[in-house]
């Protein structure tokens, strides 16, 4: 039984005696006052009724007239004059009927008072002996209503008690089931932390409780800060913090490889120029500086943007990554203006050359980066300060204006989009998962995401076509009863109609929540934490699991979401690729593992390319895998 149940058990079990015994006391003691004081009455009546006939004659008529006159004037039940020998004389009897007064109550207190007895006198002889009984239905109802008042005040004052008791047992259930939950999310790993009652015995264990809940999550922090600075070590670059070159193909080539929105959107190298002469002008320090400046200057232009990234190629050479369907011209207008207030502001007059190219989906990294560095090349002979757009791939475009594309997916995903399975297995080759991009039906062909994902966000379309792919997800489960893995838009999620269009359709069905897992970008939930936040709050009591993908860079983050329950992670391409040959990332992959596994989350690879590569990962701890080199061994029947 629980405490409340046992602390209302308490109250209830309180008050009926404290209401039963007042009643029993009460009800007893005014049955007693009452005998006693119709006991005196029977007692004084017969006393001065028998005084006045012993003074008077005693001839029938005024024996007849006295007891008549004694019986009329008061609730008598008997009134009986006995000579000596037991005959009576005269005698007169009242009804026996009590109203007013249920039969039971009358039953429960029946009063018992004996009747009041005298001698009449004749002279020095005895006449006889008078005996009067009062009627007891007078105090049976006065009796009765002051039992009825004593049980009103005490059902009132009974109320007001388990008002009051419920206003008390509330005040004291509240934090209970405050600590009682934040005991549940630390059985879950997830530290949250809970205002401190003002009752004293409630207030110390909440602050106990939050001590530890503080203290483990500091913990997990400097954990994950530690963790981000061997990262760091590994993939930035130590002068100006931003990626180094291996680091930042390996993003291009994820990029390049992606079945969403990252797909496609432009590359811009910017190059310190004479970056030889400053060095001699200025010494190292200030030229270290300097290209600090420079490298965090870009990544401020790049993050306002749409989320880029920036890498430093070799020495005078940055290049800066932006996802997503872009102007090229707007681009190069935007470049420009900054690199030229980059160029007033610095330690000493600089140039800054550039260079724009757009990407997608398919192209070759190295053919990219050639024509950049040529166009670079061209730009920097013209002036220092020249920004060109160089010629890319030629590619074959599906439609050729907005409203084409516009009409073209609408219809598209009217029709239904299909769902691309790519297995997430766990270290015993179990499936955690399907990962399921979706496809569309364009230009008579399945089209990957990576194609029209640039389109789908540019024109807004993201709930619908994430919609379209939740309903093709339930009716897959419905058929399969497989677990799938779908992604989430950042757009689709900031729209409150978009999740109470999930929430309903989960709702409908419990048996698909239960399979499905939801996923998104880890920039989406640390830049937009509200909107994640009330995703988290609305899904997970349906049962579905929500997770983050590409968990990278912003890892040191992941500690504060841990009171959101998040299922699992999917930790970047970049940390996984060569985990086999590099010590160093074995060690920081290592430590994630461990401090997924600290907060109650699965921590799963991404871009798996060979099975060497998926044996190291579990071996360093890691739940599940996914990737070009997993494959299923048995394949489910449909």
């Not at 004389?89 to 004996?114: K, M, N, S």
């Not at 049980?151 to 509330?170: D, E, K, P, Q």
């Amino acid at each position: 039984m629980s405490l409340i149940k046992q602390l209302w058990l308490i109250v209830v079990v309180l008050l009926l005696l404290a209401v039963g015994g007042s009643l029993f006391i009460g009800v007893t003691a005014s049955r007693a006052y009452i005998e006693q004081e119709v006991l005196i009455k029977n007692a004084d009546t017969a006393s001065a009724l028998a005084l006045t006939m012993s003074q008077m004659p005693k001839d029938p008529v005024t024996l007849e007239l006295l007891v008549s006159a004694q019986f009329d004037t008061g609730h008598y039940r008997r009134v009986e004059l006995r000579s000596p020998e037991g005959e009576i004389i005269e005698q007169r009897i009242g009804a026996d009927a009590i109203r007013d007064v249920p039969a039971w109550f009358v039953d429960l207190v029946h009063i018992e008072v004996p009747p009041g007895h005298a001698v009449v006198q004749d002279g020095w002889r005895q006449f006889g002996t008078l005996v009067l009984e009062s009627q007891n239905s007078f105090a049976y109802r006065s009796l009765w209503q002051s039992t009825l008042n004593l049980v009103g005040w005490f059902g009132l004052a009974a109320v007001i008690s388990l008002l009051l008791a419920w206003w008390i047992v509330r005040q004291i259930r509240r934090p209970l089931g405050a600590v009682v939950e934040q005991a549940q999310h630390i059985g879950e790993r997830r530290f949250t932390t809970v205002p401190a009652p003002r009752t004293r015995e409630l207030r110390e264990v909440v602050e106990a409780m939050n001590h530890l809940s503080g203290a483990v999550h500091n913990m997990l922090s400097e954990e994950s800060q530690q963790l981000d600075r061997l990262r760091q070590q590994l993939q930035h670059d130590p002068v100006t913090g931003v990626l180094e070159r291996e680091a930042f193909i390996s993003q291009l080539q994820i990029h390049l490889d992606s079945q969403d929105a990252r797909a496609s959107g432009a590359l811009a190298l910017v190059r310190l120029a004479h970056l030889a002469g400053i060095n001699e002008r200025l010494g190292r320090t200030e030229t270290d500086a300097l290209l600090h400046e420079v490298a965090h200057g870009l990544e401020q232009f790049a993050m306002a943007y749409g989320g880029g990234i920036v890498g430093r190629l070799n020495g005078s050479d940055f290049v800066m990554l932006i996802p997503g369907k872009i102007d090229l011209e707007q681009l190069r207008h935007d470049l420009d203006r900054r690199l030229a207030a980059m160029r007033k502001h610095g330690r000493t007059p600089v140039g800054l050359p550039g260079a724009l190219i757009d990407y997608a989906q398919g192209d070759q990294r190295g053919m990219l980066l050639a024509s950049l560095d040529g166009t670079l090349s061209a730009a920097e002979a013209r002036s220092d300060e020249g920004l060109m757009i160089a010629e890319g791939p030629q590619r074959r475009s599906l439609f050729t204006s907005h409203d084409e594309w516009r009409r073209a997916l609408q219809v598209a995903m009217a029709k239904g989009v299909y769902l691309a399975h790519y297995p997430v297995l766990d270290t015993t080759g179990e499936l955690l998962h399907f990962e399921c991009p979706s496809r569309l039906r364009l230009a008579s062909e399945w089209q990957p995401a990576g194609v029209f994902m640039p389109w789908i966000s540019r024109l807004g379309l993201d709930s619908q076509l994430d919609l379209a792919v939740i309903d093709e997800a339930i009716r897959d489960i419905t058929q399969r009863g497989r677990p799938l893995g779908i992604n989430l838009s950042a757009a689709s999620i900031q729209d409150v109609h978009f999740v109470m269009e999930l929430q309903s359709r989960l709702k409908a069905r419990p048996d698909v929540a239960d399979l499905l897992w939801l996923e998104l970008p880890e920039a989406m939930a640390i830049h937009d934490l509200t909107s994640f936040r009330s995703l988290c709050h609305a899904l997970q009591p349906l049962g579905c699991r929500i997770g983050l993908e590409h968990v990278g860079a912003s890892f040191t983050r992941i500690a504060d979401l841990q009171d959101l329950g998040l299922a699992y992670l999917k930790l970047d391409r970049t940390l996984v690729r060569g985990i086999d040959r590099v010590a160093e990332q074995q060690t920081i992959l290592r430590g994630m593992a461990t401090l997924c596994h600290s907060l109650g989350i699965l921590a799963i690879g991404e871009g798996v390319e060979h099975r060497e590569e998926a044996r190291v990962l579990f071996e360093l701890g890691l739940d599940g895998a996914t990737g070009p080199g997993i494959r299923q061994h048995k394949k489910p029947a449909d």
